[in-house]
């Protein structure tokens, strides 16, 4: 038997909890996307490797609000699975929260290393400002996916996250759902991006919208993606085509949780290349 499996099952046992709307599972997929998006592939630094996200600044970094709670709850696995590495453990988990909320299987493979705190002086623990600000468009988005190695389409496949979960003032300063289901991994984001006649709230909060019935909002980041035309392409292909936003997701967040992991093999030389999801 895979001696991973029982790790997946200890994660997905965890995954019904007091939490909003009594899931996990969004949390975690934030996790392993915040762990990994740090990214810089003309450095080689930052990404998953090493779980840096246990050390500050990156702990402390205002974009990772809230996601202590996320490592609190995965200590029970690790405890029960000592061997695995953090780095792995919290990968493994936004892999394993998606499938458990109806989306694809994410491609992933070990081989994360941990650095301990004897290491932090020697490493670059990755700096607040290199996850997406929600409050900025798409020229930013680009900046930041780019940065990391990601094409438009990839983009709009990885923005597909935001079908799970919500937003708390207390952690991002927004406040919402973007779904009717946000514990539910389907294309229904993209649906609602492309259909509704979308304002700007009006309340004392940051900059956010809201449909004619303030049920779902949506962030500044979201807007770009059906406003900026080449983005917009991509928007209406996912909410068509829900298996097609599946196909890329898939291939697109296994990406992300590969950046900077060498794998042992030297000939990677850092992350695995991939080509990028062609338009």
């Given at each position: 038997m895979d001696r991973y499996e029982p790790v997946r099952q200890s994660i997905a046992d965890i995954i019904p909890a007091d939490w909003d709307d009594g899931s996990l599972?969004?949390?975690?997929?934030?996790?392993?996307w915040h762990a990994s998006g740090t990214y810089d592939r003309k450095t080689g630094r930052g990404g998953s490797n090493g779980a840096t996200m246990r050390f500050e600044p990156e702990s402390t970094d205002e974009a990772n609000n809230g996601l202590?709670?996320?490592r609190e709850y995965l200590e029970p696995v690790k405890d029960k699975h000592p061997w695995i590495s953090y780095a792995d453990l919290w990968t493994l988990a936004g892999v394993v929260a998606i499938r458990a909320m109806g989306g694809p299987e994410v491609p992933w493979r070990p081989g994360r290393r941990d650095v301990d705190a004897s290491q932090v002086q020697e490493i670059d623990v990755p700096k607040p400002g290199l996850l997406p600000d929600a409050a900025q468009g798409s020229e930013h988005l680009r900046?930041?996916?780019y940065r990391m190695g990601?094409?438009?389409r990839e983009i709009v496949a990885l923005s597909g996250a935001h079908t799970l979960g919500r937003c708390h003032p207390c952690r991002t300063g927004y406040t919402g759902v973007w779904t009717s289901q946000p514990t539910?991994?389907?294309n229904q984001y993209f649906v609602l991006l492309s259909t509704v006649q979308w304002t700007r709230k009006q309340w004392d909060g940051l900059e956010q919208y809201q449909d004619p019935e303030d049920r779902f909002m949506m962030l500044p980041t979201d807007m770009a993606l059906i406003h900026d035309p080449?983005?917009?392409?991509f928007v209406r292909m996912y909410a068509d085509d829900q298996a097609l936003f599946f196909r890329d997701f898939a291939a697109a967040y296994g990406k992300l949780l590969e950046l900077g992991v060498p794998f042992g093999c030297p000939a990677h030389g850092g992350a695995r290349e991939q080509n990028p999801i062609e338009p």
């Open positions: 599972g969004p949390l975690l997929v934030r996790l392993a202590d709670w996320a900046q930041v996916f990601f094409s438009d539910r991994f389907t080449q983005f917009a392409v």
